[in-house]
């Protein structure tokens, strides 16, 4: 096949069977090489509108999947292929950080109650990947596989938390949060004092001191 040629060719064909011909190239690539092609692209999309009930049964959905073991794809792994992230881990990444996109702009349209809803399960499937049961598979992987930004999706969490639970609640599903902040400072306490009411804020500073969880600050 000669690019040269086969690019000039295009160059005289319409946009519609252009757009085609990316849709079909879409389908082929797997996840790397779809952010590799048309991640700065989608970094200038502008946000859309997020439906509150629509992105929930997705999340539900997604939580049933990875549950089933659908991304689950274990290999035996040796010294010539232990660097490898199958497909279907890369994908579970990729599914998992829109989801979580799509909750912080839950957030940001002042849809609470619903942004709590999706992440609540969001958080509680990354819980299930970091003690290790089986949703995905890989010889290394973590959090640090999640796109886009962990720090703002968590006070995104933190921002919906406090205009909506108790003291109680909000300290309760704060404090793992801050306990996983392995951050030279941070973050994330800060993040829950700058968006909790005085109550929430202290009863946060009370269970954090009584259960001897040291902040850096």
Not at 140 to 164: N, V
Not at 166 to 187: G, H, Y
């Amino acid at each position: 096949m000669n690019k040269t040629e086969l690019f000039n060719f295009l160059e005289t064909r319409d946009c519609t069977i252009l757009l085609d011909l990316l849709q079909v190239a879409y389908d082929e690539m797997n996840t790397t090489q779809r952010h590799m092609v048309f991640g700065e692209l989608i970094k200038k999309m502008p946000p859309s509108v997020v439906n509150g009930s629509t992105l929930f049964k997705e999340i539900v959905f997604f939580h049933q999947e990875s549950l089933s073991g659908y991304y689950y794809a274990p290999f035996d792994i040796n010294s010539k292929n232990f660097s490898h992230i199958p497909e279907e881990t890369e994908e579970w990444f990729d599914r998992l950080s829109d989801l979580l996109q799509k909750s912080m702009l839950l957030t940001k349209q002042d849809e609470h109650p619903s942004a709590v809803k999706c992440f609540k399960i969001l958080y509680k499937l990354i819980e299930h990947m970091e003690q290790g049961d089986e949703i995905i598979f890989a010889e290394e992987y973590g959090d640090w596989m999640i796109q886009g930004d962990q720090k703002a999706f968590a006070r995104a969490y933190l921002t919906s938390l406090a205009a909506t639970t108790t003291p109680s609640d909000f300290t309760e599903t704060a404090i793992p949060l801050i306990k996983n902040d392995i951050s030279c400072v941070n973050k994330i306490y800060a993040s829950a004092l700058a968006v909790a009411n005085r109550e929430q804020k202290a009863l946060l500073n009370k269970e954090l001191q009584a259960r001897r969880i040291e902040i850096k600050l």
